[in-house]
């Protein structure tokens, strides 16, 4: 087995357009969830979320490219870009031929389907864009990614809501690992922040009216967020060959599925994901200094997960930290395990651990080290990142600092 | 404008040119349109002039419409308006 090194990182969010600008905001504590700005916002009864500001497509993309980019993939390729940059890595030859592009989305196009069904529906017009379709599609991303960046070798698309990201980022690591590719570009995007996606989640009555707040005893739901994190995932000697900058190496990773309830989490389903990342890793419980919780806010999510925890990791659950970053960016939904995996790296390299912000009282069923409101030092050897995707399908991945 | 004049307009945006620089026996290969951009061009045609154009890209050429050239889509096109009327 090779070993998985992750050598870029890019992201676009409502803490920042760039991987820098998002871990100084983390850093920082900084709320990016506001007041949601879109056609027919004030029909909705859930007005806020972490939406991405100052994004300007025009410029960025020209008219050919802006007629088949829905935002999710605007979002994409812009952290696709930063992330590839970074890693200096250079697709071409046998190296393009073998590496490929695996991204999670939970929802794809959602603003191109809510336009369109407006027009057809509400306008009453009769036809709609040629492109819709190819514009829509959840793997679009997946695919302009492939061919910006010449990425001619397995590529696809993942689709497990809220699990998504780290589904996808757990088939990249699996195909470097077993050397089927030498690097893969992986990550996720989600853009639901238009009046139909935001009217969809409502249905649920999971969202907050105010703020997320995870863990806190006063926490009332869940905040969207949208945006896009993409990695270079790359092999280990590869990687030391052409002397690049290593960010953290991946060490292992688990799915689990509960095959219980299709919104309600599950303590064994979560506890089994986290334990079998552990165990795929060859790693102790007590090596974990930091996970990065799932940790949406809603009532049923956090104290399961710290139920989860406390099952996994027996006394060392007191002395490891766990924040949820979503108090700060919204839950990205299919994105959020790729955006959340830049706090794990933070904490591996930079030795900071983002905070859970907003939290105001504790929560006796989530009586963990959260990291409440403010990050904090500490050095961090083993990071998990965790998804528990609605549908009861789970991804822990384990990263390790090199 | 007449419909020649729109029907060029249209197609030198898509083309990225001059509208001087489409003339009528320019043929969309000239212009550097390709399969997409032809089903744009008619998407936007079809818009303007509020009119149907009945064009399959499963078999360009056994459409009820020529694209052999520019002076063939404007011709078309008149007819699909006129008969609009």
Known sequence: ?402 | MSINDRVIAIIAEQAVLEPSDVTPDSTLEDLGIDSLGLVESIFAIEEEFDISVPFNANEPTASDFDITNVSAIIAGIEKLVAEKV
């Open chain 1, 1 to 402: 087995m090779k070993r998985v090194v992750i050598t870029g990182a890019g992201t676009i969010n409502s803490l920042g357009h760039s991987v820098p600008d998002t871990l100084e905001a983390m850093r920082e504590g900084r709320c990016g969830i506001s007041d949601l700005e879109f056609r027919d916002v004030d029909r909705l009864s859930i007005k806020i979320g972490g939406q991405v500001r100052g994004f300007e497509a025009e410029g960025r993309f020209n008219r050919q490219q802006m007629s088949l980019y829905d935002r999710f993939t605007q979002f994409t390729l812009t952290a696709a870009k930063e992330a590839i940059d970074q890693s200096g890595i250079v697709f071409s030859g046998e190296t393009a031929a073998r590496s490929g592009v695996v991204l999670g989305t939970a929802g794809g196009g959602v603003s191109t389907w809510d336009d369109n069904y407006r027009s057809v529906y509400e306008d009453g017009k009769n036809r709609v864009h040629p492109f819709v379709v190819p514009k829509l599609m959840n793997n679009a991303a997946a695919s302009h990614v492939s061919m910006e960046h010449n990425l001619k070798g397995p590529s696809f698309t993942v689709s497990t809501a809220c699990a998504s990201s780290n589904h996808a980022m757990a088939q990249a690591f699996q195909m470097v690992r077993s050397g089927a590719a030498p690097a893969m570009v992986t990550g996720g995007s989600e853009s639901m922040l238009c009046f139909g996606g935001v009217k969809a989640w409502e249905g649920l009555r999971v969202m907050s009216k105010d703020a997320c707040r995870p863990f806190s005893a006063n926490r009332n739901g869940m905040v969207q967020g949208e945006g896009a994190g993409v990695f270079v995932f790359e092999e280990y000697e590869h990687a030391h060959a052409r002397g690049a900058d290593i960010l953290c190496e991946v060490v292992g990773f688990a799915m689990s599925s509960d095959a219980a309830d299709i919104v309600m989490p599950s303590k064994q389903g979560a506890s089994r994901a986290m334990a079998g990342a552990l165990r795929d890793a060859q790693l102790n419980a007590s090596d974990v200094g930091y996970i990065n919780a799932h940790g949406t806010g809603t009532a049923a999510n956090d104290k399961t997960e710290c139920a989860a925890v406390a099952d996994v990791f027996g006394p060392h659950a007191d002395e490891l930290m766990i924040s949820s970053t979503k108090s700060m960016h919204g839950h990205l939904i299919g994105g959020t395990g790729a955006v959340e995996l830049l706090a794990c790296i933070m904490a591996l390299r930079d030795g900071v651990v983002a905070p859970t912000i907003g939290y105001e009282e504790p929560d006796p069923e989530c009586a963990l080290d959260v990291v409440p409101n403010e990050a904090r030092e500490a050095k961090v050897d083993v990071a998990l990142s965790n998804a528990f995707a609605f549908g009861g399908l789970n991804a822990v991945l384990a990263l390790k600092r090199v």
